[in-house]
């Protein structure tokens, strides 16, 4: 990866929501409160997965590494676009650019990895519920987290070696709000076919790839749920997966909408207001569909909700 040195340009501006002339105090105020519900949120989730022994189990640790990666996404981007709409101040250094994009797509790659290990253990618990235990037990878990982080930093590695290695020779303004694929390579002064069509490819194995393998969970699941006999127990069953395909269909249309459409038919306006789609409203549905649609995690945000009220 080139580093400052190697490359006339020192910094990015970070333009943002700017280049739309949208207020800048407004957006702080929405996005302030946003951020702040997400937080919540997630912690509250994180709070009563570690507090309950009801909330022991393989789903809710994998949930609970799940609201932890997607906290921690948050952190990559909200908080220098927070910074930039309250200061005005839109500079981001070269290194700090790579950083961002390297630590924002090992984290959302990270998070689509363990959507996957979710439907596995979904798979595990409906498909082979008397082996369950063995096949979902702690190290089994824990190393599905270690591979899904692994995995996540690897490509996002490969992803950012292949961008920051080019020339950037001016102009330097980044028609984003963080250091994006598309914005970033817009910036340099080659031809970038080959890299932009590796970095899509890249995408498109993650994105598809997980997609098709919590495909074939669920076909496996369906399978099962179809074979049980009594409705109440097909509903029952189907009622354990919701929150997990909901989540699911909610992160993978924006991550696909943003990163697999066809550069021909995106544009500006479009790119920046379904990545802050992406960015604040994914994982404030998350822990909100989790915590509406799963009776186990009410009854323990209520049983915290009255601790803390003692």
């Known amino acids: 990866m080139k580093n400052n040195n190697d490359s006339s340009v020192n910094d990015f501006l970070l333009l943002g929501f700017s280049i739309l002339g949208k207020k800048p105090t407004l957006l ?13 949120f997630n912690i509250t989730i994180m709070s009563v997965i570690l507090l309950d022994r009801v909330l022991h189990c393989p789903m809710y640790f994998l949930l609970f590494a799940l609201s932890v990666s997607e906290t921690c996404t948050t952190f990559v981007t909200v908080p220098k676009l927070l910074f930039i709409l309250l200061t005005g101040r839109q500079s981001i250094s070269f290194i700090g650019c790579a950083m961002q994009m390297f630590c924002f797509f090992s984290l959302s790659a990270n998070n689509c990895f363990l959507l996957v290990s979710m439907s596995y253990d979904r798979y595990a618990a409906i498909c082979y519920p008397l082996q369950y235990q063995l096949l979902m037990e702690k190290k089994v878990c824990i190393k599905l987290v270690a591979a899904s982080c692994l995995a996540g930093c690897c490509i996002s590695l490969v992803i950012c070696i292949l961008i920051f290695r080019l020339p950037f020779c001016g102009p330097k303004e980044i028609q984003h709000f963080f250091c994006d694929i598309s914005p970033v390579l817009n910036l340099t002064c080659t031809d970038t076919y080959l890299t932009n069509l590796a970095v899509v490819l890249l995408c ?17 699941i369906i399978s099962a749920i179809l074979r049980i006999s009594s409705s109440l127990g097909r509903k029952k069953m189907f009622s354990t997966c919701a929150s997990h395909l909901t989540v699911v269909i909610t992160h993978f249309s924006c991550a696909s909408f943003v990163y697999l459409r066809p550069k021909a038919v995106s544009s500006l306006g479009q790119d920046i207001w379904i990545s802050t789609v992406f960015v604040f409203i994914t994982p404030l549905l998350n822990p909100l569909i989790y915590t509406l649609r799963n009776k186990d995690v009410k009854l323990s945000i209520q049983k915290l909700l009255r601790m803390l009220s003692i």
């Open 28 to 40: 702080f105020v929405i996005f302030s409160f946003t951020y702040g519900t997400i937080l919540t």
């Open 204 to 220: 498109a194995v993650v994105l598809l790839g997980t997609v098709l393998l919590i495909s074939v969970s669920y076909a496996y």
